[in-house]
């Protein structure tokens, strides 16, 4: 059942990875063309289920801590709101190269994390690109 569990986690990873990175190369393609840093920003908030905070946190940092490493990765951030009973108590952005770099990340940390979420933790990841500053 844990394996399951894990492997439905991993799978969930992927097809995150890939429906930001379809959607967004496709819907957003100009945007992308017109950004001139060349990155794209990852905005990931999370719904974290109550007394899942420190553990929501830790799996986070597991997971930083094996893209850092990964191409295309220039960096990242988790926010914690500072209201109690926010929808998203946790929100993650994080700076790419480019979607293709975030979605091969994101694969090869699914196969090789090894770190299951806490259970109900809710991600709600999207791929941006800066328009206007």
Avoid at 54 to 71: G, H, I, M
Avoid at 100 to 121: D, H, I, N, R, Y
Wanted: with cysteine.
């Amino acid at each position: 059942m844990k394996y399951l569990k894990i492997l439905a986690t991993k799978i969930l990873i992927v097809l995150i990875a890939t429906s930001c990175l379809n959607k967004e190369e496709t819907e957003n393609k100009s945007n992308m063309e017109n950004n001139e840093s060349g990155y794209i920003t990852l905005i990931n908030p999370f719904e974290v289920p109550e007394g899942k905070l420190a553990e929501s946190v830790t799996y986070w940092e597991a997971c930083r801590d094996f893209l850092k490493n990964q191409p295309g990765y220039v960096s990242t951030k988790l926010h914690q709101s500072i209201k109690g009973d926010a929808k998203f108590m946790l929100i993650n952005v994080a700076v790419w190269e480019s979607p293709k770099a975030f979605t091969e990340a994101s694969q090869k940390m699914a196969k090789e994390l090894g770190v299951s979420p806490p259970e109900g933790l809710k991600a709600n990841p999207s791929l941006y690109t800066v328009i206007s500053e």
